[in-house]
């Protein structure tokens, strides 16, 4: 048995301990926020947190989420209000087909987790998720959008 | 009726986009039609297929296309609300069922999308039922008041009666409208008198995307499903010799393992598993007689068919191209190269489904349920009434999910295998990338003659490729549908139909049908022919000694719409203007999809071939704009899409088979990679073009003028990789 604690609940999984992360939680747990895309650490579709940290779950056996945190999209709104980053990706019409998008969220989350002010080149560099879609410009101004929410907010 | 499959799966917007199937209670194998709705008293009242209104005033819009990205589950619906003239903010989208429409003798009409139709097919009958319905709506008010229906007018979801102000919302009135006639002839509205066309309108699947609750065919969970990873015969028609299962008997987890005709199916209690274990299953493939093809051996049988004096068709002739070329002042050739690219839609194929009791329930992403229905029910055996193709969002789609319809075959094949039990089946990036239906490589021969002052007086183009309606879609090429017998229209678009003032043009397609599969891929021969045809241009116009924007106007006058978006563009784009030393700019201009576009690029090219786009401005003239952010949203996306696919998309074959397998070596755009795109939208109204595809058509060749600008090397084959340019 693995323990771990997805958005906040803990679970136990009887499975084997090289099972990727992501195959555990969309068809284990039926937490299907994280999607698959490639499974070789290239698109990013499958992002979650552990522990804070942006991952790709496609190639995170696991056992190396054992008894750690993990967050996905489904848990990134707070007592029902959206993260700002959700918010913005509303606002500014952000996702297409979307297939990338909950990757594409909590990447950037977690780039402003680090960096309350990133820059383009900031962006360029934590942003590295593939959109199929070509919604990049809007990642962006999104991006700027949410960080400057989160100025305010927390000013 | 058979017994309800209780599912734990809904699908998605599951607060207020219920498919029709399903509202009578629950999915179930019997399908309850929406016919039936107007039955229930309280419940929902059907005015006709497409308007439903609820007591509360809600509104529900079906909608029959499919949502991938390209917006229409909005832009659709808006077009019968615009004539319903319904509150927008009360109303709900759902999807029309395939199974109803078979029962109902095709009510939704075309529930494919592709080739950017959507609006352009069915803007008519669409905005014809909104109209309908608030002609119903409005006669039902005027029975009720006693007075006649021409005194009455409808707005905002309310009736309201001539001056005195009565007024009933359209729940108060939608079961006595329901039971009306329809009116036989119902008036459009004046495009100047339009609500909500023209506006930027919210999509409405994106609230549920960024929380994580969109979904797609990939997410369906059902009680008791089993999963299947396959693996296909590597060489493209080839098929299965034999297979040994024994070091995966007994491995835990594993279900079953299922040869079938050209693939083998490993079926597990997730998919993990059956994906390892599939790894483990020792196959032996008989590849057939295609095993020694290779990229080089394609090119040959293309070049072949450059040359050949027979099969080939004329698709286009006036005048006499022979007689002009022979006598032109100047006589310019060149030979234009674009290869096989795969789809990569970020979601992999997939197929969910349950074969029970002689019926066949489906969850997959598709860009046509009516066609995953019939694949369903002839792979299955049963009639297409027994047959439900749930409706989900897409990962992509980009045409993949149109013709070929493989993934419900495979997907129904195992479902068959495992009779009464839910089967997911879902493909690894590697699959995906293997067995794709490639956007066809094509090889053209181009030749031009000049008159003294540089006027192209001569024209001819000869195009060798797959074609895609006759190997894919098994549409035969003949006239009408065919610019003429023998003639793929994708094979020669943007050549055949060539606007520009040309007196001797020929152009002839050299069909040459290859063991690759090909099918429709974004922009499918507009992808690939302006790059072509305005390189060629430009060759033209470079030969001429003249400015290449004036050279095009000269040549489009007496075209309009390609006149105008060319000109918007260039004026958007400064062209003309001063620019930084070592920044050249590059154009081009072509109609797709009914929509006219047109693009500059604005770049400096490095000593190291890295190209650093400073601008990209791109012009699309749709006739009206539906929703127009939602066009802005696509043009970026055709930008990222097609600057992908010219600087690194390449599918190439070795021993019968394909090279690349993943994004590691076939590669995607990402973030820090994409320009700055400057969408010039220039709607002049009085036609409906299409805008999910048209965006992508203009890129490539106003990418390589410019490349050609800086560093005057002509670009006549792509990608750009392989002539050591890579974008900055
Ligand atoms: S699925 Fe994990 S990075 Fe692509
Ligand atoms: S929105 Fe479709 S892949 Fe990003």
Known sequence: MIELT?????????????????????????????????????????????????????????????????????????????????????????????????????????????????????????????????????????????????????? | MAKTFACKFEPARRRFLKQSAAIGGGLSVGFNIPGALAQKPGAAVEINAWVVIRPDDAIIIRYARSEMGQGSMTSAPMLVAEELECDWRRVKIEYASANANVKRKRAWGDMASVGSRTIRNSQEYLRKAGATAREMLIAAAAQQWGVPASECSASNSFITHGAGGRRLSFGKVADAAAKLEPPKDVKLKDPKDWKLIGKSVKRIDIPDTVVGRQRYGIDVQLPGMLYAAIAQCPVFGGKLKSMDASKVEGRRGIVKVVPLETFVAVVADNWWRAKEALRDVHIEWDVGANGNVSSASLMEFYKGGLDAQSDVATARKDGDFEQAFGSAERKIEAEYYTPYLAHSCLEPMGCTAIVKDGKVELWTSTQNAEASLAVAAATAGVPLENVEVHRVQLGGGFGRRGGAQDFVRQGVAIAKAMEGTPVKMLWTREEDTQHDFYRPASLVRMKAGLDGSGKPVAWYSRVAATSIFETLARV????????????????????????????????????????????????????????????????????????????????????????????????AAGWGQPLPAGVFRGIAETEAYGSYTSAVAELSVDKNGEVNIRRLVLGIDPGYAVNPDNIQAQMQGSSVFMLTAMFWGEITIKEGRVEQSNFHDYRMMRLREMPKVEVVLAPSGGFWGGVGEPGQASIAPAVCNAIFAATGKRVRSLPLKNLGLTLA
């Open chain 2, 476 to 571: 035969p090429l003949k006239r009408p549908f065919a610019p003429a017998d023998g003639v793929d229209p994708q094979s020669v678009a943007s050549l055949y139909d060539l606007p520009h003032a040309i007196p001797n043009v020929k152009v002839e397609y050299a069909q040459r049908t290859a063991h690759v599969p090909v099918g429709f891929w974004r922009t499918v021969g507009h992808s690939q022919n302006p790059f072509v045809r305005e390189s060629f241009m430009d060759e033209l116009a470079n030969a001429a000694g003249k400015d290449p924007y004036e050279y095009r106007r000269a040549l489009l006058a007496n075209s309009p719409k390609d006149l105008g978006i060319l000109e918007a563009t260039a004026k």
């Open chain 1, 6 to 155: 997805v958005n906040g609940r803990k679970h136990n999984v009887d499975v084997e301990p090289e099972m990727p992360l992501l195959w555990v939680l969309r068809d284990v747990l039926d937490v299907k926020g994280p999607k698959f895309g490639c499974g070789i650490a290239q698109c990013g579709a499958c992002t979650v947190h552990l522990n804070g940290e942006p991952v790709r779950s496609c190639s995170v056996p696991v056992s190396a989420a054992a008894n750690h945190k993990v967050l996905t999209i489904e848990g990134l709104a707070q007592r029902g209000q959206l993260h700002p980053v959700q918010k913005a990706w509303i606002d500014h019409e952000v996702p297409q087909c979307g297939y990338c998008q909950s990757g594409q969220i909590m990447a950037a989350v977690a780039l402003l987790a680090k960096n309350r002010d990133p820059s383009d080149q900031d962006i360029d560099a934590a942003m590295t998720n593939i959109c199929r879609c070509g919604t990049y410009a809007r990642i962006r101004t999104a991006i700027h959008a949410a960080a400057k929410t989160l100025k305010s907010t927390k000013a």
